[in-house]
């Protein structure tokens, strides 16, 4: 199975900061990786798969990078709707596998 | 709308059986994959099982292999997933999910199975 492992597990950080959450891929997946947002009590939403590419509807603040075995989830600019945990996935192989999550908490 | 509904979990003991259901609506079901994704506080998300949209293909992780069992039924839009020998360490929240080329989206808003004497 692929690991999928994200730094850091948890970041303080106040509205308007820059925020990068990585994402590291025991072998390569290409581009084969996928971010999700899960708030308190929900369930995880899409925001970006295929590395890179924004889902409709989601603010444009949110980007992805990465291609092999790192990735970056980058909030250019934090906003109060985004303290929640970020999830990676790959999809490059069976089984799916997610990394641990990163906790994105207020400064 | 494209939504997934569950529905089917509670509290069962260990040994027991419990069936989980996912309601589809607002696409085509049977062009689909569809998941199970599990998850808990201390493992987090888990893939679980996954059916291709004619049934004919079929996945299920080595922790409930022989155990839970997927199926769908594409004239009704709905999922399946039939846990039998629950352990404790199936205690979670239980999500259905569609496969959408490489990704899940959308996901369901879940239903929690609980697995205590």
């Known amino acids: 199975d692929i690991q999928m492992t994200q730094s850091p597990s948890s970041l303080s950080a106040s509205v308007g900061d820059r925020v990068t959450i990585t994402c590291r891929a025991s072998q390569t997946i290409s581009s084969y990786l996928n971010w999700y947002q899960q708030k308190p009590g929900k369930a995880p939403k899409l925001l970006i798969y295929g590395a890179s590419s924004l889902q409709s509807g989601v603010p444009s603040r949110f980007s992805g990078s990465g291609s092999g075995t790192d990735f970056t989830l980058t909030i250019s600019s934090l906003q109060p709707e985004d303290f929640a945990t970020y999830y990676c996935q790959q999809s490059y192989s069976s089984p799916r596998t997610f990394g641990q999550g990163s906790k994105v908490e207020i400064k | 709308q494209v939504q997934v509904v569950e529905s089917g979990g509670g509290l069962v003991k260990p040994g027991g059986s419990l069936r989980l259901s996912c309601a589809a609506s607002g696409f085509t079901f049977s062009d689909y994959y569809m998941t199970w994704i599990r998850q808990t506080p201390g493992k987090g998300l888990e893939w679980v099982s996954y059916?291709?949209?004619?049934?004919?293909?079929?996945y299920h992780a080595d922790s409930v292999k022989g155990r839970f069992t997927i199926s769908r039924d594409n004239a009704k839009n709905s999922l399946y997933l039939q846990m039998n020998s629950l352990r404790a360490e199936d205690t979670a929240m239980y999500y259905c999910?569609?496969?959408?080329?490489?990704?899940?989206?959308?996901w369901g808003q879940g239903t929690l199975v609980t697995v205590s004497s």
């Open positions: 999910a569609r496969e959408y080329l490489n990704w899940f989206d959308p």
């Open positions: 059916i291709s949209g004619s049934g004919s293909t079929i």
